[in-house]
Structures are given as C-alpha cells and as structure tokens.
C-alpha cells in the first residue's frame, strides 16, 4: 500500500497518535489501543516505518515492536511498575547506582521510538522532558563525590536525542571528573533515527581523556537497514567502538535464524554484540515474553554455530533491583567427582576434577 506522504511527494513525520497509524494503515481502532497509547508513547520513526511489511503487520517483527497492540492492557499478576527495581537504587533525581564500579545517569527521558516491551515504560516518553540544570548540577556532583564510580552509563530515555551541544557539554562535564574512566551510551538512534548521527553529533561524541563505548540497541536483522549500517560506520569512524544489545522477544527474534543472521550483521557492521536480554517483567508485555528453558536451548543453538564474536551473554536483570546474571545454558556437569563436560554440539565428555 502507498503511503500517503509518498502520494503527496512530502517526508513522513515521525508517527504518534493513533489516528497517524490508523491513517497509515497500521492499526485498526480499538478502544484497548487508547489504554495502550495512555500507558507508553507513540513514536515510529519515517526509517522505523520503511521497514515495516505491510502485507504481514500481524506477523511483522517491526511493526510487533512499535505499533501498540490490544494485548498490552492484559497485566499479569507477575507483572511490576519498577520490573528491575531502579527506584531504590537511585540517591538523586537521574541516577541509578546498583554496582560501586558504575553508575546510570538518565539526562533526557524521550526516544526516537517507542519500544512496546520497554523496561522503562513507567518513565519514558514525552512530558518529563530532560533533567532541568539544577537536577543535572546534582546529579554529576553525586558522581564526583563517589570516588568509586570508573564507569558512567548514560542511557534515559536515549541520551542521542539531546542535541549535540548539550550532550558535548554533558560528556566535557564526564570527562572533568577524574576517577571517571569510561562513558557508555547506550543508544537507539542509529537504528531508528541514523540521520541524526551527524558530523556534529560525532564531534560531540570525543572526551579529552575518558574512553567512550556506544551500546546500540537492536533486535532484528532487518533493523540493520542500508541507512542504518552507515551511522554504525561512520561511528565507528569516528572513533566509537561498539557493543549491541538485544531483547529476547516472543515473535520477533526468538529463533535461531534470526538472532544467528541479526548477531553475524551486527558483527559485520563492527558491532560486538554484547548481551541478549531475557525479556523483564514489565506491565502488559506478556505477549512478548519467553521463557528461561527457550532462551537457554536458543544460546546453546548459536553456540557451534556462530563466530566466537557473534556470541552475546544472556542476561536476566534480577525482578527486584538484584541486578544482572548470565543466565546462559551450562556446558558443565553437575557431580565434581566425575566433571562431564558438553561440547558445541551435545557431546559429554570427562575433565580431570
Ligand atoms: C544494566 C545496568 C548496569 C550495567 O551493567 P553491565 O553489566 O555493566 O552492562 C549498571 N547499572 C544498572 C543500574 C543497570 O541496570
Ligand atoms: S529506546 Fe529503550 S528506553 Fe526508549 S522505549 Fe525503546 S527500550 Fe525503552
């Protein structure tokens, strides 16, 4: 089907209302969608849009992602507000301190897109805007008084939808402080939005001292477009090395097929993929979870088939603010006297306890 911005020769705006997705034909009205479209933003990006496959959108592993579903107001009991527990590890307004070695700093709480099994769902979206001045002055003053802090991981919202000017005095700031090491960011734009990472944005991207990693979220080797591939480059250009992570999803990219040819892309795009998220426990995203014993038997898939370098580690966020785990399959036996060990592909063999 034609769009109807093509019709009229003009560039698509980012969609966010449900009428745009039902004028785009992406939805058919349903009273459930409001409640959908109350609890999370909309936003689709015109890239994010590209990609849909129109002839499929019930199936479709982008569509699935953006566009809100009836399904999202079916809460399960399991389900929780503050899914990894954020809320009482944050000392000030913006930041999250689990880990003495590295801290969250959340300056900006929108995104190019609306993720609809976003973890952070409660506190994304237009509105709450970024961290006024204020609340940033002390918000970097709790990291300059915690000596213990190597790394700070700026993530939000995403900290690449503030402007370059912003995010360059933000990083001049980090860098500033001596005990800090490392800047992670941890991203979305490249995918969604890669016209955004401009030369000027790469400029802003450069500490005198501090080393800084992009950690770009994607889930679908068909996120990874023509446009999309080029940002990763030129990034990595400029310097960036580069991590992925990616959310485990029922629907989306829980077969072997996918993740195998999402890891290789990322890989190939210089991308090392880093972790593969067990979905959290967020309000009405059932529809998207899978379960632990399926995200172990798709690891032990990718594993003797895939690149050493291809190979993420299967991260569970512990529900209650417990933090991360590898949740991987284990290739080690379980009787220390007589230690069997499996290979790649199901082999037991002895080790020497
Ligand atoms: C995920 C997370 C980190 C980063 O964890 P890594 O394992 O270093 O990637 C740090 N702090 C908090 C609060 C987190 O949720
Ligand atoms: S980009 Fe990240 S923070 Fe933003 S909606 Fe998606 S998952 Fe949530």
């Given at each position: 089907?034609w769009?109807v911005w093509?019709?009229?020769?003009?560039?698509?705006?980012?969609l966010?209302?449900?009428?745009?997705?039902?004028?785009e034909?992406?939805?058919?009205?349903?009273?459930?969608?409001?409640?959908?479209a109350?609890?999370?933003?909309?936003?689709?990006?015109p890239?994010?849009?590209a990609?849909?496959?129109?002839a499929?959108l019930?199936n479709?592993?982008?569509?699935?992602?953006?566009?809100?579903?009836?399904?999202?107001?079916?809460?399960a009991?399991e389900?929780?507000?503050?899914?990894?527990?954020?809320?009482?590890?944050?000392?000030?307004?913006g930041?999250?301190?689990r880990?003495?070695?590295r801290?969250?700093l959340?300056?900006?709480?929108?995104?190019?897109?609306?993720?609809r099994?976003?973890?952070?769902?409660?506190?994304?979206?237009?509105?709450g805007?970024?961290?006024?001045?204020?609340?940033?002055?002390?918000a970097?003053?709790?990291?300059r008084?915690?000596?213990?802090?190597w790394?700070?991981?700026l993530?939000?919202?995403?900290?690449?939808?503030?402007?370059s000017?912003?995010?360059?005095?933000?990083?001049d700031?980090?860098?500033?402080?001596?005990?800090?090491?490392i800047?992670?960011?941890h991203?979305?734009?490249?995918?969604?939005?890669?016209?955004?990472?401009?030369a000027e944005l790469?400029?802003?991207?450069?500490p005198?001292?501090?080393?800084?990693?992009?950690?770009?979220?994607?889930?679908h080797p068909?996120?990874?477009?023509?446009a999309?591939k080029?940002?990763?480059?030129?990034?990595?250009d400029?310097?960036?090395?580069l991590?992925?992570q990616?959310v485990?999803?029922?629907g989306?990219?829980?077969?072997?097929?996918t993740?195998?040819?999402l890891?290789?892309a990322?890989?190939?795009?210089?991308?090392?993929p880093?972790?593969?998220?067990?979905?959290?426990?967020?309000?009405?995203?059932g529809?998207?979870?899978?379960?632990?014993?399926?995200?172990?038997?798709?690891?032990k898939?990718?594993r003797?088939?895939l690149?050493?370098l291809?190979?993420?580690?299967?991260?569970?966020?512990?529900p209650?603010?417990?933090g991360?785990?590898p949740?991987?399959?284990?290739?080690?036996?379980?009787?220390?006297?007589?230690?069997?060990?499996?290979?790649?592909?199901?082999?037991q063999?002895?080790y020497?306890?």
């Amino acid at each position: 089907m034609w769009s109807v911005w093509e019709y009229l020769g003009a560039a698509m705006p980012t969609l966010r209302t449900l009428e745009d997705l039902e004028r785009e034909g992406l939805i058919v009205p349903d009273p459930r969608l409001e409640e959908a479209a109350q609890s999370l933003a909309i936003a689709l990006t015109p890239d994010i849009v590209a990609l849909i496959d129109r002839a499929d959108l019930a199936n479709d592993p982008i569509a699935r992602q953006f566009v809100p579903s009836p399904r999202e107001t079916e809460i399960a009991p399991e389900e929780l507000a503050d899914p990894i527990g954020d809320e009482a590890r944050s000392p000030v307004k913006g930041i999250v301190h689990r880990y003495p070695d590295r801290a969250l700093l959340k300056p900006i709480h929108v995104c190019p897109v609306y993720c609809r099994f976003c973890f952070r769902r409660e506190q994304v979206g237009p509105g709450g805007e970024a961290l006024s001045p204020t609340e940033l002055d002390a918000a970097l003053a709790y990291i300059r008084e915690h000596g213990e802090i190597w790394e700070v991981i700026l993530t939000g919202g995403d900290p690449l939808m503030l402007g370059s000017r912003r995010l360059r005095a933000l990083i001049d700031a980090l860098d500033a402080i001596p005990h800090v090491a490392i800047v992670r960011i941890h991203s979305r734009v490249p995918i969604a939005d890669p016209g955004r990472v401009t030369a000027e944005l790469i400029a802003a991207l450069k500490p005198q001292r501090t080393q800084l990693w992009l950690a770009v979220h994607c889930n679908h080797p068909r996120e990874l477009s023509a446009a999309s591939k080029d940002a990763l480059r030129r990034l990595s250009d400029g310097g960036l090395p580069l991590l992925s992570q990616t959310v485990l999803l029922a629907g989306i990219n829980d077969d072997v097929d996918t993740l195998a040819s999402l890891m290789r892309a990322l890989v190939a795009a210089r991308v090392k993929p880093y972790y593969l998220h067990h979905p959290d426990l967020v309000r009405g995203t059932g529809h998207f979870r899978v379960s632990i014993e399926r995200g172990q038997a798709l690891m032990k898939a990718l594993r003797g088939r895939l690149s050493g370098l291809a190979q993420p580690t299967y991260v569970l966020d512990v529900p209650g603010g417990h933090g991360k785990v590898p949740i991987g399959p284990s290739y080690v036996g379980d009787d220390p006297d007589a230690l069997l060990i499996e290979d790649a592909f199901g082999k037991q063999h002895g080790y020497p306890g």
